[in-house]
């Protein structure tokens, strides 16, 4: 990672994403965006990743012990899950699905992290199997993730709530490619003079969905 440019790094998705947030909200735009940018970063993360980081990795479908902290997504990122979840659901496991969020939106709405923490709710799109139900369009700051320790993890949260801490060992290059691919984003959203303020991510993913409904029934 020593000499990996990211302030460069963070131009170039900028200038990349660009061009396709004009009109992001039709589905196919918002696709667009968030295909090129994430297949950009995964790509280049494979690159920069030696077989030794990645055999260091721990974690795993069927962990989903972090899925339960604030994870903050920009508005395209939000577009796309939801579409996303419209492509893959049935209609009556999205109505399912939607009465979770709004249960979920209650439960937590106005937590800071630590409180989040604390109430111990699982994301909504972590499954029975401890995996992630939208793993292919999943926020880029849950990619920003990684463990080197699913024990640390579970540690960590368990002793977070007591006011302690405990350290978990990342990949410090996964985290900070995907935090300014997070912040490149944002910019070039900027640059359209779009609100780049991150949100909840089931508040977030929540009006989309709704929205989406209600220009169907208009149609
Ligand atoms: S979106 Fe997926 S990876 Fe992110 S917190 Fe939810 S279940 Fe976990």
Same mark, same amino acid.
């Given at each position: 990672m020593d000499n990996f440019d990211f302030i460069a790094y963070h131009k170039q998705i900028r200038r990349m994403v660009k061009p396709h947030?004009?009109?992001?909200?039709r589905s196919s735009s918002a696709e667009a965006a968030m295909t090129s940018l994430l297949g950009r970063v995964e790509d280049d993360l494979e690159q920069r990743l030696t077989h030794e980081d990645r055999c260091r990795v721990? $974690?795993?479908?069927? $962990?989903?012990? $972090?899925?339960?902290v604030n994870v903050a997504v920009l508005r395209p990122e939000a577009v796309n899950i939801a579409d996303y979840l419209r492509k893959t659901r049935s209609m009556s496991a999205l109505r399912e699905l939607k009465q979770r969020m709004k249960a979920l939106c209650v439960a937590i709405s106005g937590l800071d992290d630590d409180e989040r923490i604390a109430v111990r709710k699982n994301c909504v799109f972590l499954d029975e199997a401890g995996s992630c139900s939208i793993y292919p369009v999943r926020p880029l700051l849950c990619r920003s993730i990684t463990s080197t320790s699913a024990a640390d993890c579970r540690d960590a949260l368990a002793m977070h709530v007591f006011g302690e801490s405990k350290p978990v060992m990342m990949n410090l290059m996964q985290k900070n490619l995907m935090n300014v691919a997070f912040q490149g984003l944002a910019s070039a959203m900027e640059d359209h003079g779009l609100d780049a303020h991150g949100q909840e991510l089931t508040a977030a993913v929540l009006p989309v969905l709704v929205e989406r409904e209600a220009s169907k029934e208009l149609c």
């Open positions: 947030l004009v009109d992001f909200e721990a $974690c795993r479908a069927g $962990c989903g012990s $972090c899925c339960r």
